[in-house]
């Protein structure tokens, strides 16, 4: 079973950058489209980048431009890499694999890591 390992969360304050990792060990990895999503307090978990099996990336409006998302295949890992944080930034990401862009994400979802944007 694909056990989802998000790291790379912390506090930041406004501005600055992070660089998200999800690792999915045991995944047949390339086989996948990879996305990031996030949830804030009160809110549901909405997706905010996704790279498909060509590397077409693409985002939501919210953080385009300022987020990049990429994957390691041989690492079996993808990333986000965000740059400019905002407050509104301020969630728990997580990130899921799907077989179809229009299908539902596969795995059990994992802890998610937590960024904090704070001055």
């Known amino acids: 079973q694909v056990q989802l390992a998000e790291s790379g969360g912390g506090l930041v304050q406004p501005g600055g950058s992070l660089r998200l990792s999800c690792a999915a060990p045991?995944?047949?990895?390339?086989?996948?489209?990879w996305s990031w999503y996030r949830q804030a307090p009160g809110k549901a978990r909405e997706i905010i980048a996704t790279i498909t099996t060509r590397d077409v990336t693409s985002y939501s409006d919210d953080v385009r431009s300022r987020f990049a998302i990429s994957r390691d295949n041989a690492k079996l890992t993808v990333f986000l890499q965000m740059d400019n944080l905002k407050f509104e930034d301020t969630a728990v990401y997580y990130c899921?694999?799907?077989?179809?862009?229009?299908?539902?994400?596969?795995?059990?979802w994992g802890q998610g890591t937590q960024v904090t944007v704070s001055s």
């Open positions: 899921n694999g799907r077989l179809r862009l229009e299908g539902d994400p596969r795995f059990r």
């Open positions: 045991g995944s047949v990895f390339d086989a996948y489209h």
